[in-house]
Structure formats: C-alpha cells, structure tokens
T-cell receptor, first 114, second 114 residues
C-alpha cells in the first residue's frame, strides 16, 4: 500500500523534553510538509521541504526543527522552546511544488504535554 | 493576501437532506481550490479540487463544488446526507508561484442526525 505513515499515534511529553515525531512516505513524492492543528482552527504550516537536504520555515517554525536526509522521511522535533506544544500534528507530501498538486496527509500524531 | 473564509463553523442536517458548506476565498491570482474532509483523530482526505478547468467539480462520496469567480465562492454541496458524512470539512486555497503552500479555512463541522 502506498501512503504516509506517522508514529506514534499518541505521544506524551514532560515539560522541558524534546520529542521527535516520525513521518514516512512511500509515494516517491519530492515535497513534504508538517502542520499543526489546534481545536477550532485550520492547519498551520510548521516546516516544508521540496527536496532532500533542503527545508524551509513555515508560518509557525519557532520551537520546532526538522531534517530531510532521505526522500521518504521528514521527522519533526518539538523542542523545549515550543511554549505550547500540545496539538495534533499532521505530515503531508506532494508530487512537487505545483499550485494544483494535492497534498496527501498522514493519520496524525497527537502530542500532549504533561 | 490570499485567505479562505468558511462561513459556518457548525452545520447540522438530517440524514437524506441536502448539505451546503460555504466557502469564500480571496486571491490575487487564479486560484486552485480544494475541499478536504477529516474524520475524528484522522488525517485529511481530498474530496475534490478545482484547477481552472470546469467550474463545477465532482468529488468522491457524491460531493461537488462550484467555482464562482464573480462571487469568490467555492461552496461544497451534496444532494443527500449520509450518517458517514459527519466530519470536519476544510476549504483550502493553493498559492500560485513558489512552493505548494496551502491556506486552510478554519473548518466546518458537519453533524448528521437520523
């Protein structure tokens, strides 16, 4: 099956800890994205990557970091600098950067800070 | 600046009755527009997309949307609601040029009653 997988599904973190969320795709897509979703709001872009070894900040990158060492993988680290990390995190990918290319979404990771 | 406004945060319908979810957009360019659906604690699934071809777009599960440039609208409709349609729906505009950035509306939660 082709698709995007995210792990874990649920993640709990103590304040002051860094945590890494996994995102893997086997769709052979060049571009990958990380979004944050809060209740009653649309998705907000954290980081995106158009190609391996390259990534750019989105609208709310502070307190987050990413890497793109392989085409199929785009892990997100939520650092202790992120003031309010409790949220639902969604990873997505697309064929390339064209305007009409749909993004395919993973099932999400729900992060809760204790 | 490009933006998306979903005019209703909640819509409630009875099973078998029509569904109308309203979306207005603001765009300096000819936009690409999408509707995505999200079931609880799941990722987003593409329902349909408009990319400057036919103004009436048919999607999955009996949904369709009409692009009206004069009204800057892209409302989502379905003739007869099913219980399985209960979910959150997002209207999305894609920025032209550069990377494939999506601007999300805040979402409309659709409830379907027996």
């Amino acid at each position: 099956d082709g698709g995007i997988t995210q792990s874990p599904k649920y993640l709990f973190r103590k304040e002051g800890q860094n945590v890494t969320l996994s995102c893997e795709q086997n769709l052979n897509h060049d571009a990958m994205y990380w979004y944050r979703q809060d209740p009653g709001q649309g998705l907000r872009l954290i980081y995106y990557s158009q190609i391996v070894n390259d990534f750019q900040k989105g609208d709310i990158a502070e307190g987050y970091s990413v890497s793109r060492e392989k085409k199929e993988s785009f892990p997100l680290t939520v650092t202790s600098a992120q003031k309010n990390p409790t949220a639902f995190y969604l990873c997505a990918s697309s064929v390339h950067k064209g305007q009409d290319n749909e993004q395919f979404f993973g099932p999400g990771t729900r992060l809760t800070v204790l | 600046a490009q933006s998306v406004t979903q005019l209703d945060s909640h819509v409630s319908v009875s099973e078998g009755t029509p569904v109308l979810l309203r979306c207005n957009y603001s765009s300096s360019y000819s936009p690409s527009l999408f509707w995505y659906v999200q079931h609880p604690n799941k990722g987003l699934q593409l329902l349909l997309k408009y990319t400057s071809a036919a103004t009436l777009v048919k999607g999955i599960n009996g949904f369709e949307a009409e692009f009206k440039k004069s009204e800057t609208s892209f409302h989502l409709t379905k003739p007869s609601a099913h219980m399985s349609d209960a979910a959150e729906y997002f209207c999305v505009v894609s920025l032209s040029g550069g990377y494939n950035k999506l601007i999300f509306g805040a979402g409309t939660r659709l409830a379907v009653h027996p």
